[in-house]
């Protein structure tokens, strides 16, 4: 059987560093397209390294030739221009989108954002969370990229028959740390993150869904309901990290009372090293 060819975009950012150890797999190949250098194939590693970006729709249809799936992660994932937002995550998701259906892959994995709905309130979801479909409230030109581009997997599923899953990803790194209190609520471990993914190219037939990218944490607001019912089960906490950030303030105000945190109230258009 020849091999499952998945295409990575963005593969150099934090997300995709992270994933590229843990989606390795027997009879699996990985292509990693990035703008940035990235660490050529180690000896025995099954990667492709590709240079280019998501907004080249030449680059794009040759990163999509032969391949099974698309992890799209590729685009800014901080606030931004309104103009460098619209032409990255935007023009450059239909332009991921748009290589993939004309390439013939028939599955799509888009990584969208808490941000997508970072006006809505932590405790709206009640017990279970916040369900992962909940339609979008964004907090920044960025929440509102996000929010884009979940509506354009829903065209590109309905108009085409694709599979398109969408994550709206809580904040993935390697430890909650980085984020303070607030990491203990919306952290994504990279294991968990792997084990994500992988539920969402194995899933059969799975249409368009919406679903949280989060870790079972203790003070998760986020459902995982959607997750689990494609096959993701979380294995990790944030708790275990909840004494080393005891002495750090809690998030208050806007910032405790809304999903997107100190998203809510930076500057519109800046950029934002959150
Ligand atoms: C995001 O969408 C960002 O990509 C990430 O860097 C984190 O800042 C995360 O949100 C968050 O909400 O913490």
Redesign the pocket.
Known sequence: MADQRVLITGSAG?VGTLMRPRLRREGRVLRLLDLAPQPAAEPGEAVEVRTGSVTDAEAMASACEGVDAVIHLGGH??ENSWEATLDVNIDGTHTVLEAARAAGVSRVILAS???SVGFRRTDEGGATGLPADSPPRPDTY?GVS?AAIEALGSLYHSRFGMDVIVIR????FETPLP?GP??LT?WLSPDDGARLFEACLAAPSPGYRLIWGVSDNTRRIYSLTEAEALGYKSLDNAETYAEQLADRPAPTGIAAEYV??P?CTAPLGEFNP?
């Open positions: 934090v994932s901080r954002s808490n941000h960025y996000k990803i809580g904040s993935c984020l607030r990491g919306t997107g945190g998203f959150l």
